[in-house]
């Protein structure tokens, strides 16, 4: 057997740098969201500098989601129905958790630094990891 003909996987440069921005740009994002958090609680609310803090990791969150897609895309037959698996998962159960914070915030449970609705976002991505968890054992 020549070697180019092994089966072993080969990446290229376009995958490789695909690959690099998967890492970087959640690292990036989650800098920005630490970043606005601390830079909200010490800002006076309703203010412009307010707005700006919020708004400072949503072009990193649309980025992620880009380069998510791209990535779905590239993937082959069996792995996207992987993800497309827990995705059906995870969406229903995001909206779940998100109806319930909602309307428990309107009936006056605010959650006061314990369950407010900033820090229920690791509870929309559990299911999604689970999903991921789930349908790699039943495909694998």
């Known amino acids: 057997m020549r070697p180019s003909e092994t089966s072993a996987p080969t ?74 698996e827990a995705l059906a998962l995870a969406f229903p159960v995001a909206l779940l958790v998100v109806f319930t914070a909602g309307l428990l915030d309107l009936a006056g449970f605010h959650g006061e630094d314990n369950w407010d609705l900033p820090r229920l976002f690791p509870l929309v991505l559990l299911p999604y990891w689970f999903g991921l968890f789930r349908a790699r054992k039943k495909y694998m």
């Open 11 to 84: 990446t290229t440069p376009g995958e490789r740098g695909h690959a690099r921005a998967f890492v970087i740009v959640p690292v990036l994002f989650l800098a920005a969201y630490i970043a606005a958090r601390a830079g909200i609680e010490n800002t006076a609310a309703g203010s412009t500098r307010a707005l700006a803090f919020a708004l400072l990791p949503v072009p990193f969150l649309a980025a992620f989601l880009w380069i998510y897609v791209r990535g779905v895309r590239m993937m082959d037959e069996l792995e996207s129905r992987i993800h497309l």
